[in-house]
């Protein structure tokens, strides 16, 4: 493999900061606006570097709501939703991909429909189940609803599917079967897939305001989003600074999390697979 | 060929599952049309509250509308209250805003789960009334002095408060719309006193409109649209019209002050190009802060944001009047859901408290809202309040010149009709005229279901 000619380097290069501007761009704003004193959020022609810098905002914005508690209480939840989500969805995905019984084809369906349905339609019943059971305004109100996942079932299944059945049999000779043929090789085989999906349901659970709002009503269980909404103000203007500067510490977890992991990502994706 | 079975076997699939999720789809107009299925006497609604004897506890649902902070605002309110109420205990929950908390009292009416006490946007008392959860106050008032009761408050809040005679809920949270004008503008422009009347606000909007290169940099005015319709309706009532008849059946759109409001509207939009089409409501005081609009029609709530915000000197007018002055009034609600005598009791010690002269003078100070007591005014820190920020009168005067703001059961469909109208009518879509006869028609067929 030669070194590609200079220019195709500094064009594949270009393109990549083109591309990086829109995704960069609104977190610079988040992240001036969230310094910036309240008579220079608005000007008529925007200030892309703040004049004087309130960092004061930060100390405003965590004692608007008891945010130390939330932060603690989506930690627990965010938790627990994916850890049930992956032990879900891989068991339910490698009985759809690699089991034989009635009706497989159907029960796909049945779970690929459900990844349709918005929460807005079933949190009724959801809501109705969980009075019934006592949890509402607890841990397991937020997160069993959440325990099985459509999306992730359906993702590791295609996952589980581009395993070569040749790998099956060399496992097989070597009396590796069943769970411990899902454990020991599809599993790690699937490892950009898995971690794919963490992310993806780390970033909707993480940021999820509907179903908390609901079912919650002490700050005991409440959890961040929550916290971000007291500063939505729909009569009036909402406080943007001091909306940003909590943002910034509520979305600094997930930024974390995407950075740590794109390394892994690019590791793992390099080792998966057979030989060709 | 499998590709084909794959598809039929979607479709089949699809076609099964949704008619049979139709029915959940849209629980607020099931849970409206069904006013018997509401808990008569729901059970207490929290089990986990195990209060000690003699303590009864209160659990009250309250949303945030104004900015950040408020939340805590009420908190230390609430606090206060328990602590001159040995024998009460009240939970306060915040609900998100408006339509979430309307969305959590839905869901909890179906699980048997509502709240004590909470508070709603003005048009919900008649939205909640007619599903029997509501509990009437009016035995309430009587015990504590009767019209010597009501009288306590500003006649123009207590509009909303009723629905077929009966009392619903108190004020709490209210606010007008005024006019915000920007006042280093209008000296540039040499313009010597804020508009007072409908054309002086117009060509007062058409000096301050600015344009650069055929584009306008600066409108002379903004009328923000937004989901209430709140400044149509005070166009409407200061063309001497009315919204909606006494008895909540009939829409007075199609008739001639409603048409002339909109005509107005729709002639700063359309003709003299002074005011854009479409602004939203968020939008509209940002884009004042900011300077890219003169003057902007706004709620009064909106002034401890501008005294933030803006760069510049501006003051506030009541909204110029045609033939009168006139706006509805909006805002939130306090009110009570049925629930056992000792509860209640408890329950309306703590409404009145909340509407008192002492604490809707904290509240109002402290969020902008109007304090709905004409005695919260003399007090001496609401005096020393109004003389450095004299013009919060403007939203008190404005109170004088108050009519119904529209509600009545079904009328958040009505609300949404307007609105979306309102919208093609000023983006050229529909003409004035056949534009308010249709809400007027589809309205009235809704108000009669």
């Given at each position: 493999?030669?070194?590609?000619?200079?220019?195709?380097?500094?064009?594949?290069?270009?393109?990549?900061?083109?591309?990086?501007?829109?995704?960069?761009?609104?977190?610079?704003?988040?992240?001036?606006?969230?310094?910036?004193?309240?008579?220079?959020?608005?000007?008529?022609?925007?200030?892309?570097?703040?004049?004087?810098?309130?960092?004061?905002?930060?100390?405003?914005?965590?004692?608007?709501?008891?945010?130390?508690?939330?932060?603690?209480?989506?930690?627990?939840?965010?938790?627990?939703?994916?850890?049930?989500?992956?032990?879900?969805?891989?068991?339910?995905?490698?009985?759809?991909?690699?089991?034989?019984?009635?009706?497989?084809?159907?029960?796909?369906?049945?779970?690929?429909?459900?990844?349709?349905?918005?929460?807005?339609?079933?949190?009724?019943?959801?809501?109705?189940?969980?009075?019934?059971?006592?949890?509402?305004?607890?841990?397991?109100?937020?997160?069993?609803?959440?325990?099985?996942?459509?999306?992730?079932?359906?993702?590791?299944?295609?996952?589980?599917?581009?395993?070569?059945?040749?790998?099956?049999?060399?496992?097989?000779?070597?009396?590796?079967?069943?769970?411990?043929?899902?454990?020991?090789?599809?599993?790690?085989?699937?490892?950009?897939t898995l971690l794919a999906f963490t992310l993806v349901a780390l970033v909707?659970?993480?940021?999820?305001?509907?179903?908390?709002?609901?079912?919650?009503?002490?700050?005991?269980?409440?959890?961040?989003?929550?916290?971000?909404?007291?500063?939505?103000?729909?009569?009036?203007?909402?406080?943007?600074?001091?909306?940003?500067?909590?943002?910034?510490?509520?979305?600094?977890?997930?930024?974390?999390?995407?950075?740590?992991?794109?390394?892994?990502?690019?590791?793992?994706?390099?080792?998966?697979?057979?030989?060709? | 060929?499998?590709?084909?079975?794959?598809?039929?076997?979607?479709?089949?699939?699809?076609?099964?599952?949704?008619?049979?999720?139709?029915?959940?789809?849209?629980?607020?107009?099931?849970?409206?049309?069904?006013?018997?299925?509401?808990?008569?006497?729901?059970?207490?609604?929290?089990?986990?509250?195990?209060?000690?004897?003699?303590?009864?506890?209160?659990?009250?649902?309250?949303?945030?509308?104004?900015?950040?902070?408020?939340?805590?605002?009420?908190?230390?309110?609430?606090?206060?209250?328990?602590?001159?109420?040995?024998?009460?205990?009240?939970?306060?929950?915040?609900?998100?805003?408006?339509?979430?908390?309307?969305?959590?009292?839905?869901?909890?009416?179906?699980?048997?789960?509502?709240?004590?006490?909470?508070?709603?946007?003005?048009?919900?008392?008649?939205?909640?009334?007619?599903?029997?959860?509501?509990?009437?106050?009016?035995?309430?008032?009587?015990?504590?002095?009767?019209?010597?009761?009501?009288?306590?408050?500003?006649?123009?809040?207590?509009?909303n408060s009723y629905l077929n005679g009966k009392m619903y809920s108190l004020?709490?949270?209210?606010?007008?719309?005024?006019?915000?004008?920007?006042?280093?503008?209008?000296?540039?422009?040499?313009?010597?006193?804020?508009?007072?009347?409908?054309?002086?606000?117009?060509?007062?909007?058409?000096?301050?409109?600015?344009?650069?290169?055929?584009?306008?940099?600066?409108?002379?005015?903004?009328?923000?649209?937004?989901?209430?319709?709140?400044?149509?309706?005070?166009?409407?009532?200061?063309?001497?019209?009315?919204?909606?008849?006494?008895?909540?059946?009939?829409?007075?759109?199609?008739?001639?002050?409603?048409?002339?409001?909109?005509?107005?509207?729709?002639?700063?939009?359309?003709?003299?190009?002074?005011?854009?089409?479409?602004?939203?409501?968020?939008?509209?005081?940002?884009?004042?802060?900011?300077?890219?609009?003169?003057?902007?029609?706004?709620?009064?709530?909106?002034?401890?944001?501008?005294?933030?915000?803006?760069?510049?000197?501006?003051?506030?007018?009541?909204?110029?009047?045609?033939?009168?002055?006139?706006?509805?009034?909006?805002?939130?609600?306090?009110?009570?859901?049925?629930?056992?005598?000792?509860?209640?009791?408890?329950?309306?010690?703590?409404?009145?408290?909340?509407?008192?002269?002492?604490?809707?003078?904290?509240?109002?100070?402290?969020?902008?809202?109007?304090?709905?007591?004409?005695?919260?005014?003399?007090?001496?820190?609401?005096?020393?309040?109004?003389?450095?920020?004299?013009?919060?009168?403007?939203?008190?005067?404005?109170?004088?010149?108050?009519?119904?703001?529209?509600?009545?059961?079904?009328?958040?469909?009505?609300?949404?009709?307007?609105?979306?109208?309102?919208?093609?009518?000023?983006?050229?879509?529909?003409?004035?005229?056949?534009?308010?006869?249709?809400?007027?028609?589809?309205?009235?067929?809704?108000?009669?279901?």
């Amino acid at each position: 493999m030669g070194a590609k000619p200079l220019i195709l380097r500094a064009l594949t290069y270009l393109v990549l900061i083109l591309a990086l501007f829109p995704i960069l761009l609104p977190i610079y704003w988040m992240i001036i606006t969230a310094v910036k004193p309240k008579d220079e959020v608005f000007t008529f022609t925007p200030e892309w570097v703040p004049h004087t810098v309130a960092l004061s905002n930060f100390g405003l914005a965590w004692n608007s709501a008891p945010f130390g508690h939330y932060f603690i209480n989506s930690v627990v939840v965010t938790t627990g939703i994916i850890f049930l989500q992956l032990v879900t969805s891989t068991l339910a995905a490698y009985a759809l991909a690699r089991l034989r019984f009635f009706g497989r084809g159907v029960l796909f369906l049945i779970i690929l429909s459900a990844m349709i349905l918005p929460i807005q339609i079933t949190f009724l019943a959801n809501f109705v189940t969980l009075k019934n059971f006592g949890w509402l305004d607890t841990y397991q109100g937020l997160v069993i609803p959440f325990a099985a996942s459509a999306f992730g079932t359906f993702l590791l299944r295609q996952a589980f599917l581009a395993v070569p059945p040749a790998l099956e049999d060399a496992a097989r000779l070597d009396r590796c079967t069943g769970l411990s043929f899902l454990w020991n090789f599809l599993v790690p085989l699937s490892r950009p897939t898995l971690l794919a999906f963490t992310l993806v349901a780390l970033v909707a659970h993480w940021n999820d305001y509907f179903w908390p709002l609901i079912v919650t009503n002490t700050d005991a269980v409440r959890t961040l989003p929550i916290g971000l909404g007291m500063f939505i103000a729909q009569e009036v203007t909402t406080d943007w600074n001091l909306l940003m500067a909590a943002t910034l510490f509520v979305s600094a977890p997930l930024l974390i999390a995407f950075f740590v992991a794109q390394r892994y990502f690019i590791s793992s994706f390099m080792h998966s697979g057979l030989k060709g | 060929m499998k590709r084909m079975y794959w598809l039929i076997g979607t479709l089949l699939v699809l076609a099964l599952l949704l008619p049979a999720c139709a029915p959940t789809a849209a629980p607020p107009p099931a849970a409206q049309g069904q006013p018997t299925a509401a808990p008569a006497t729901a059970a207490p609604s929290q089990p986990t509250a195990a209060p000690a004897a003699g303590k009864v506890t209160v659990t009250y649902w309250f949303p945030v509308d104004l900015g950040g902070g408020l939340a805590k605002v009420m908190d230390s309110m609430v606090a206060k209250f328990n602590g001159a109420h040995p024998n009460i205990e009240v939970k306060a929950v915040y609900t998100g805003n408006y339509d979430a908390t309307l969305q959590k009292i839905q869901a909890g009416q179906l699980a048997g789960n509502l709240p004590d006490v909470a508070v709603v946007v003005n048009e919900h008392t008649q939205t909640l009334a007619p599903l029997g959860i509501l509990e009437p106050l009016d035995s309430f008032v009587q015990a504590d002095g009767g019209k010597k009761f009501t009288d306590q408050y500003f006649p123009a809040l207590l509009l909303n408060s009723y629905l077929n005679g009966k009392m619903y809920s108190l004020p709490f949270q209210r606010s007008v719309p005024v006019l915000y004008y920007n006042k280093d503008l209008f000296d540039q422009a040499g313009i010597s006193k804020p508009p007072e009347t409908w054309d002086e606000m117009e060509q007062d909007a058409i000096k301050l409109t600015e344009k650069q290169g055929g584009q306008v940099s600066r409108w002379g005015i903004e009328v923000p649209l937004e989901a209430y319709n709140w400044i149509y309706y005070a166009f409407v009532y200061e063309a001497g019209g009315k919204i909606i008849s006494d008895d909540l059946k009939t829409l007075y759109l199609d008739q001639p002050p409603a048409i002339e409001a909109m005509n107005y509207w729709n002639k700063l939009v359309n003709t003299d190009h002074v005011t854009a089409a479409y602004t939203p409501w968020a939008q509209a005081s940002q884009d004042f802060a900011a300077q890219k609009t003169a003057m902007v029609i706004y709620s009064s709530g909106s002034q401890a944001f501008f005294r933030d915000s803006a760069k510049f000197k501006w003051s506030l007018v009541k909204i110029p009047q045609d033939k009168q002055y006139g706006v509805a009034p909006g805002g939130g609600k306090i009110l009570m859901f049925k629930k056992d005598a000792a509860t209640e009791k408890a329950a309306w010690e703590f409404m009145k408290w909340m509407t008192s002269p002492e604490e809707t003078a904290f509240w109002s100070m402290n969020s902008g809202y109007i304090a709905v007591q004409p005695a919260a005014w003399d007090l001496p820190v609401m005096k020393d309040y109004a003389k450095k920020y004299p013009e919060v009168l403007v939203t008190v005067d404005q109170l004088k010149n108050a009519y119904y703001e529209p509600g009545a059961p079904n009328y958040t469909k009505v609300r949404d009709l307007l609105h979306d109208t309102t919208q093609d009518i000023l983006s050229g879509k529909i003409s004035v005229t056949d534009g308010l006869k249709k809400v007027t028609q589809e309205g009235n067929k809704l108000l009669s279901q």
